[in-house]
């Protein structure tokens, strides 16, 4: 097995970082070189990390002056024995099979980097993929994943969510005192490879957090951000001339993005306006619709005109996204069934999501399966993709023999309730088959809404007489 470096910086994250390191020693792949970088955290941190490296000689811990996020990475660089590298930010975590998958990847295509796909995880505990659905596997040229980190969308600047080589990453990558610093390193780490990879899997989860640098908007954030959207537009036009056009266009979007968080600057505000006019004018020269006069039309535009055309196409594209995604989800599942004839062992309700204990039974659940039903072919069904569309299309799939199982957790009641009422359809649906049910965890609220669906709850398994 490969030794893989994860690096892991850390500055005022005490509330997130158990769940993170959680995520990361708990690994199915085990030869991990695993960097924490305190950078002069004030809180509780260093004191976590030091217990966490009694707990797993596999952990080292560097404590030092804070210097920055830049620094701080720079500094798990110089330690970095591995042969691939991967960073892992402090609030956020990863799934447990995140290492194991890049690795087989990376090393299966003799590729430079691997590119998963990532989840953000609202305050609220919402949690959203938001680009890339497509191949399992995706080939591409480093011309084409510039063409595609311009767009920002299917493959994006963070450094977490990719694994790459250790030969490409020099020690002292990202510029120190400096924010945005994915953006300033990302098209020079594209053109030092030979292959790269996009895979489809959800691996990386990552918090929106209120403390984080997005958030902060003050005036030398958003001049890095400039400079830095700057040089990588510089890098890719020297290499790649011909993608000029798609430079132009990732100009225009990152050049309101950045005009309106200019709006929001407080702390320097002579300096926000000189940079606001700079960005117009640069604005005014790929485009005739706005001037530096019409400064107010820019501010509309992007306070009133996109959110409302956005939230309309929401409205009306939802049952339609929903059909092509669920009949795209039934034709990969139809391979799956019938790639052989064995009998099946369905588990209904797989966690896309990003709850680590609801993972670690999913896994428990398929070497359950594996040691005491090896004649059985495992088949799962993502929560997220689970409705009447997609249960009516496996009830014609499932043969008499299979198998059919609901996901364990903590989701029947009240607490989780869209994932409970999922469940109970499943169940619905397959009561005249054998069904088994993992360990569960349920909650009821002491009130008339919990009591109806109690009673409601109690009807559906009554009705399963297979269960």
């Known amino acids: 097995m490969s030794l893989v470096s994860i690096i892991v910086p850390i500055y005022k994250v005490e509330k997130y970082l158990n769940k993170c390191l959680i995520s990361i020693v708990n690994q199915t792949y085990s030869n991990l070189q695993i960097i924490l970088v305190d950078d002069g955290s004030p809180d509780n941190c260093p004191s976590i990390c030091d217990l966490w490296a009694k707990k797993d000689t596999r952990i080292q811990v560097i404590h030092k002056e804070n210097g920055g996020l830049s620094d701080a990475r720079n500094a798990g660089l ?4 591995g042969e691939y590298v991967l960073f892992v930010d402090s609030d956020d975590w ?3 099979n995140m290492v194991d ?27 959203e993929q938001l680009h890339y659905q497509g191949n399992k596997e995706k080939i591409l040229s480093v011309k084409e994943a510039l063409r595609l980190l311009l767009e920002d969308k299917e493959i994006t600047n963070h450094v977490w969510r990719k694994l790459y080589k250790r030969s490409l990453l020099p020690d002292n ?23 790269i990879v996009n895979i489809n899997e959800v691996l990386y989860f990552y918090l929106l957090n209120d403390n984080g640098i997005v958030k902060n908007i003050i005036y030398k954030n958003c001049l890095d951000h400039y400079e830095s959207l700057l040089h990588s537009y510089m890098v890719i036009r020297q290499i790649y001339p011909e993608l000029e056009e798609n430079i132009q266009v990732s100009k225009w979007k990152s050049g309101l993005g950045l005009l309106n968080d200019l709006r929001l600057v407080h702390d320097e505000e002579i300096k926000a306006q000189q940079l606001s006019k700079r960005i117009v004018l640069e604005l005014n020269d790929i485009s005739h619709q706005i001037t530096i006069c019409k400064k107010e039309l820019v501010e509309y535009y992007i306070l009133k005109i996109v959110p409302t055309f956005f939230e309309y196409a929401q409205k ?19 391979q799956e069934i019938h790639k052989s004839d064995s009998k099946k ?7 896309f999501y990003g709850n680590l204990g609801d993972q670690a039974l999913f896994m428990g659940e398929c070497k359950f399966i594996k040691d005491n039903f090896p004649e059985y072919e495992i088949v799962y069904v993502l929560e997220k993709n689970i409705n009447f569309l997609l249960l009516f299309f496996l009830k014609f799939c499932i043969k008499k023999n299979d198998i ?10 009240t607490l989780y309730l869209e994932i409970h009422k999922k ?20 909650y009821y609220s002491n009130n008339e809404e919990g009591k109806k669906l109690l009673n409601k709850t109690v009807k559906v398994y009554n009705s399963c007489k297979n269960l």
């Open 423 to 442: 469940q109970e359809l499943a169940i619905k649906y397959f009561r005249k088959h054998f069904v088994v049910i993992f360990p569960q965890t349920y």
């Open 101 to 127: 998958t890049m690795v087989k990847t990376i090393e299966k295509n003799n590729a430079d980097m691997v590119i998963c796909q990532y989840a953000v995880v609202y305050p609220d505990g919402r949690i």
């Open 316 to 334: 009306v594209e939802r049952k339609r996204k929903l059909l092509v995604e669920t009949f795209s989800y039934c034709k990969k599942l139809y």
């Open 78 to 81: 110089s330690k970095a024995k």
């Open 173 to 195: 990558l990202f510029p120190v005192e400096k924010n945005y610093e994915d953006i300033y390193v990302m098209a020079d780490l594209f053109i030092k490879c030979k292959k």
């Open 345 to 351: 062992f369905y588990i209904i309700g797989a966690p």
């Open 404 to 413: 059919v199982s609901i996901q364990a957790g903590g989701n029947i009641g």
């Open 94 to 96: 990863i799934s447990l």
